[in-house]
């Protein structure tokens, strides 16, 4: 079992920035990647960005150039630093992290923090 929990959203106004951070605990040595997902109203949920063990990095194309994740593994967190955000930025952030195989992949879910940027 893994837990996550999500700090760091918030509300800034369009082109401002906020850093958002999510710490994991319980079998941490089992995840595979760790990354971000936003869900928007009346929108399905859709990957922001993610980081494997192996350090690499998949972002969403709307989101490339402007956000950065980044893990600290000394302390089970993982950071996604939003940058130039956009009202269309606007949605609930949720932490994911990954464990098992590619074809048998179990997923955990943080609770979500609202990120909200005004126009």
């Known amino acids: 079992q893994v837990q996550l929990v999500e700090s760091g959203g918030g509300l800034v106004q369009a082109g401002g920035s906020l850093r958002l951070s999510c710490a994991a605990a319980?079998?941490?040595?089992?995840?595979?990647?760790i990354g971000w997902y936003r869900q928007a109203p009346g929108k399905k949920r859709e990957l922001v960005a993610t980081i494997a063990t192996s350090g690499n990095t998949n972002y969403a194309d709307s989101v490339k150039g402007r956000f950065t994740i980044a893990r600290d593994n000394a302390k089970n967190t993982v950071y996604l630093q939003m940058n130039s955000l956009k009202p269309e930025d606007t949605a609930v952030y949720y932490c994911?992290?990954?464990?098992?195989?590619?074809?048998?992949?179990?997923?955990?879910w943080g609770q979500g923090t609202q990120v909200t940027v005004d126009s």
């Open positions: 319980g079998n941490t040595r089992s995840i595979n990647a």
């Open positions: 994911n992290a990954q464990t098992g195989s590619v074809t048998l992949a179990t997923n955990y």
